[in-house]
């Protein structure tokens, strides 16, 4: 079984502890190369995530060193959107779904917003992720754009 969200706690994580949150990250960009080892996405993130203001925020279990649930950030600014917190990625391990880690990690990312002055948070989200889409408007978010991209 796994432990309730209550145990669980929820922290920014630094550039020494970025290893902590390979498994997490992995569960939702598996394929992309910088995911090949845990060496690369720590490298990936520190030293080229983290100068662009890439920060991270995970929850941890008390028994479980790595993190159970993850998510990368950024503060930016647009002249569509003035200073907005934008998420990057949001993951949470899939024997832990459904058990509020996401939730906790939400709702720290609305308050660090909030204290970063920001007038908005968003995200993009896969077209094809319908539970993660049910959790962003179950926390107050809405569809208000399509994202477009090509590859060049």
Same mark, same amino acid.
């Given at each position: 079984?796994?432990?309730?969200?209550?145990? /669980?706690?929820?922290?920014?994580?630094?550039?020494?502890?970025?290893?902590?949150?390979?498994?997490?990250?992995?569960?939702?960009?598996?394929?992309?190369?910088?995911?090949?080892?845990?060496?690369?996405?720590?490298?990936?993130?520190?030293?080229? #995530?983290?100068?662009?203001?890439?920060?991270?925020? /995970?929850?941890?279990?008390?028994?479980?060193?790595?993190?159970?649930?993850?998510?990368?950030?950024?503060?930016?600014?647009?002249?569509?959107? *003035?200073?907005?917190?934008?998420?990057?990625?949001?993951?949470?391990?899939?024997?832990?779904?459904?058990?509020?880690?996401?939730?906790?990690?939400?709702?720290?990312?609305?308050?660090?917003?909030?204290? #970063?002055?920001?007038?908005?948070?968003?995200?993009?989200?896969?077209? #094809?992720?319908?539970? *993660?889409?049910?959790?962003?408007?179950?926390?107050?978010?809405?569809?208000?754009?399509?994202?477009?991209?090509?590859?060049?």
């Amino acid at each position: 079984m796994v432990e309730p969200s209550q145990t /669980a706690h929820v922290k920014e994580v630094g550039a020494e502890e970025t290893a902590r949150t390979y498994a997490a990250f992995y569960a939702l960009r598996e394929g992309r190369p910088v995911m090949a080892t845990v060496e690369r996405f720590t490298q990936w993130i520190n030293q080229t #995530q983290r100068p662009e203001g890439y920060r991270v925020v /995970a929850a941890f279990l008390p028994e479980i060193p790595d993190a159970v649930a993850a998510a990368g950030f950024r503060v930016l600014h647009q002249l569509s959107k *003035a200073r907005f917190l934008y998420v990057d990625d949001l993951v949470t391990l899939p024997p832990h779904r459904s058990n509020g880690h996401a939730g906790l990690i939400f709702d720290w990312l609305v308050a660090e917003a909030r204290r #970063q002055g920001c007038e908005q948070l968003h995200l993009d989200s896969g077209h #094809q992720r319908f539970d *993660a889409h049910r959790f962003y408007l179950k926390h107050g978010m809405v569809m208000k754009a399509h994202h477009f991209s090509m590859d060049v």
